[in-house]
Structures are given as C-alpha cells and as structure tokens.
C-alpha cells in the first residue's frame, strides 16, 4: 500500500502560481506512474496531469500550457506548477499513484487525502 500526502493548496487571486507537492511512502515502484486529479464542488473527479517513471507527461485539456507536473523519483515526490489560474481551477487537487499508465480515476489505486485550492479575488 502507498501513502501519499499533499501540500502546498491555499488561496491564491486569479493570475497567480501555486505549487503542490506530494510525497510518496510504503510500497512504492520504480515504473509507478504519478498523476494528480482534482474535483469541484458538485462535479466529478477529473484529470489534470499524470507522469510516467520515464518523464512522460499527459496534460488534462483545461490546463494545457498552464500547469506542468513533474517528480522526483529518488526523494519519491511529485510536484504540480500551477500558472496562471483562474477562478474555474477552484478544487480539492488529489495526488494519486497507479502501478499502469492510464488516464481516469479508475487507473490509479492509490490516493492521498486532497488539499484545497482556491482561486479568488
């Protein structure tokens, strides 16, 4: 089982930068493929970025060219920029580890327990 945990969310105006962080612990491996998703109040879960143990990166559409995801494999850490948010970037952002590469929810087995971002003036 892997335990992961995020920081970094908080409140932030529209324009602004955030960076989330989630570090991984348990039973990691190597070629374990890290996203994070995040969910809105009301509405489903969603993708926003996935990294495979090779670099390979996957961008959900509403945050392409804003967000970069990126990890580091030895300290078992995955990290989220986030630019120029906007209000609609407003969720509970959920880091999440899965031992294949895929793109919904159901891919990744394990999550940590979400952390807050707010985007608001």
């Known amino acids: 089982q892997v335990q992961l945990v995020e920081s970094g969310g908080g409140l932030v105006q529209p324009g602004g930068s955030l960076r989330l962080s989630c570090t991984a612990s348990g039973r990691i491996f190597p070629n374990d493929v890290m996203g994070w998703f995040r969910q809105a109040s009301g509405k489903q879960r969603e993708l926003v970025a996935i990294i495979t143990s090779g670099g390979v990166t996957t961008y959900g559409d509403s945050v392409k060219g804003r967000f970069i995801i990126s990890r580091h494999s030895a300290k078992n850490e995955v990290y989220l920029q986030m630019n120029n948010l906007k209000p609609e970037d407003t969720a509970v952002y959920y880091c999440?580890?899965?031992?294949?590469?895929?793109?919904?929810?159901?891919?990744?087995?394990?999550w940590g327990q979400g952390t807050q971002v707010t985007v608001s003036s």
């Open positions: 999440a580890a899965g031992e294949r590469f895929g793109l919904t929810v159901a891919d990744f087995g394990s």
